[in-house]
């Protein structure tokens, strides 16, 4: 078993890791100052500069295959380029990337949708969870009515990324009560002009999602991507397509927070010597330099999977799982680390600590993963003995 990286893999997470270094964090104070006033950290035209820049050494759309003018790396590198971009708060991405399920669409829908998407042009949201069905996504109310060659949608979008910005959405509707999740819940791509509406939803993070609203919203048949009534797998795929990536991103945080940690650690005296001499705050080191170890070999494992067509489910739950709590464990400790420092707004960490604590909700709460990972485990779906078997 060769755990090593390829020189390509080396080179890509390297160029990315120089990137973050030069281009990203130097912007880390500015960003942090206007997120401090309640504006947005990254301005749009910074975060397009900085995608152009990177656009000009070849990054652009990660995971796009190459078809489509990307770069079609696959989901290992994907990770490791996701872990360097998580050691820093500012909320960059490359450019280049698209929902996975608009790769799916007609020709007629790719040209409008997917190539603008791609060139940022357009941006997307994908809206399924309601305020009465998050966990429990197969119980979405919001209706799509056939009216000839229209469909006309009724329904509440709730917590929906990037909402209050998007130029159209990918919603789900139930187009058929009876079968509903099984064959009657469909995915329309709805344009902002025909008249839905959102509003921001405040968050404890800087991640703020938004709410929709669609009250007699008008679309043609032609708006529907995929097949009538297969809308649930098609959400089901979207929400598979990188849960990897999420504690990929938590794990980059927690390698620089713990780096913050070991500085602070080793600089600041009390009783006359530096704490990191102190078993207590070495304890704190060494548990976080262990379940950041683990996480990275639950996150690539998942990753190879992904690249190797292997059912990866169960390792990207378990990846998002323990990625979602140690995340949130470690920068708690970093916090106590830095003492009072930590609980200021001078310093990041208390910011990383309110952003890191969505992942236990989102794309499935820690709850949600369990449920999978043990009933996977108990139908014999999966092992205890893992992938090796
Ligand atoms: C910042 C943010 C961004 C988001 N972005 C999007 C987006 O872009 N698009 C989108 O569609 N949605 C999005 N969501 C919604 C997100 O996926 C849901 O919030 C999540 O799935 C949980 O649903 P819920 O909030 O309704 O909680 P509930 O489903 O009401 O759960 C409440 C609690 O009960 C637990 N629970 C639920 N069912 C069970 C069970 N069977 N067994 C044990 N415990 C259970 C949960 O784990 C949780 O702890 C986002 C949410 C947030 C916070």
Same mark, same amino acid.
């Given at each position: 078993m060769d755990l090593t990286l390829t020189q390509e893999e080396r080179e890509v997470r390297d160029w990315v890791r120089t990137f973050v270094t030069r281009e990203i964090m130097p912007l880390e104070p500015t960003v942090l100052e206007r997120e401090r006033r309640g504006e947005r950290g990254l301005t749009l035209e910074e975060l397009r500069g900085l995608q152009a820049k990177a656009r000009e050494s070849g990054f652009f759309g990660v995971l796009t295959p190459e078809e489509h003018g990307g770069?079609?790396?696959?989901?290992?590198? $994907?990770? &490791?380029? =996701?872990?360097?971009? !998580?050691?820093?708060?500012?909320?960059?991405?490359? +450019?280049?990337?698209?929902?996975?399920?608009?790769?799916?669409?007609n020709d007629e829908q790719q040209e409008r949708y997917l190539r603008p998407t791609i060139e940022g042009e357009k941006v997307s949201c994908f809206a399924i969870t309601e305020p009465g069905a998050g966990s429990d996504a197969r119980n979405i109310r919001t209706r799509a009515v056939r009216d000839g060659d229209e469909w006309v949608i009724n329904g509440e979008k709730t917590f929906i990324t990037g909402g209050d910005v998007a130029d159209f959405a990918l919603v789900f509707a139930v187009t058929d009560v009876e079968k509903g999740a099984d064959g009657g819940v469909t995915c329309f791509i709805v344009d902002?002009?025909?008249?839905?509406?959102?509003?921001?939803?405040?968050?404890?993070?800087?991640?703020?999602?938004?709410?929709?609203?669609?009250?007699?919203?008008?679309?043609?048949?032609? $708006?529907? &991507?995929? =097949?009538?009534?297969? !809308?649930?797998?098609?959400?089901?795929?979207?929400? +598979?397509?990188?849960r990897y990536l999420l504690p990929a991103r938590a794990l980059g945080a927690c390698e620089r927070l713990v780096e913050m940690a070991m500085e602070h650690a080793q600089n600041r005296e009390t009783f006359g010597a530096p704490i990191a001499t102190r078993q207590a705050i070495q304890w704190m080191i060494a548990d976080s330099a262990v379940e950041i170890e683990a996480l990275r070999w639950l996150v690539l494992g998942a990753a190879w999977q992904v690249?190797?067509?292997?059912?990866?489910?169960?390792?990207?739950?378990?990846?998002?799982?323990?990625?979602?709590?140690?995340?949130?464990?470690?920068?708690?400790?970093?916090?106590?680390?830095?003492?009072?420092?930590g609980y200021t707004?001078?310093?990041?960490?208390?910011?990383?600590?309110?952003?890191?604590?969505?992942?236990?909700?989102?794309?499935?709460?820690?709850?949600?993963?369990?449920?999978?990972?043990?009933?996977?485990?108990?139908?014999?779906?999966?092992?205890?003995?893992?992938?090796?078997?």
């Open positions: 770069m079609g790396l696959g989901a290992l590198m $994907a990770a &490791l380029i =996701e872990v360097e971009l !998580g050691r820093s708060f500012v909320q960059f991405k490359f +450019g280049g990337d698209a929902d996975n399920i608009l790769f799916a669409a902002r002009e025909t008249g839905w509406t959102s509003a921001p939803i405040p968050t404890m993070g800087e991640w703020g999602p938004a709410s929709l609203s669609f009250q007699d919203v008008r679309v043609p048949h032609s $708006a529907i &991507l995929g =097949e009538e009534g297969r !809308g649930f797998e098609l959400a089901m795929r979207w929400i +598979g397509q990188g690249d190797a067509g292997i059912d990866s489910r169960q390792s990207q739950s378990m990846a998002k799982l323990y990625g979602g709590v140690k995340a949130n464990e470690i920068v708690d400790r970093v916090l106590q680390v830095h003492g009072g420092m707004r001078e310093l990041p960490v208390e910011r990383w600590y309110r952003e890191l604590r969505v992942l236990r909700i989102y794309e499935g709460t820690d709850e949600i993963q369990r449920r999978t990972i043990a009933r996977n485990l108990l139908a014999g779906h999966a092992s205890v003995r893992g992938h090796l078997g």
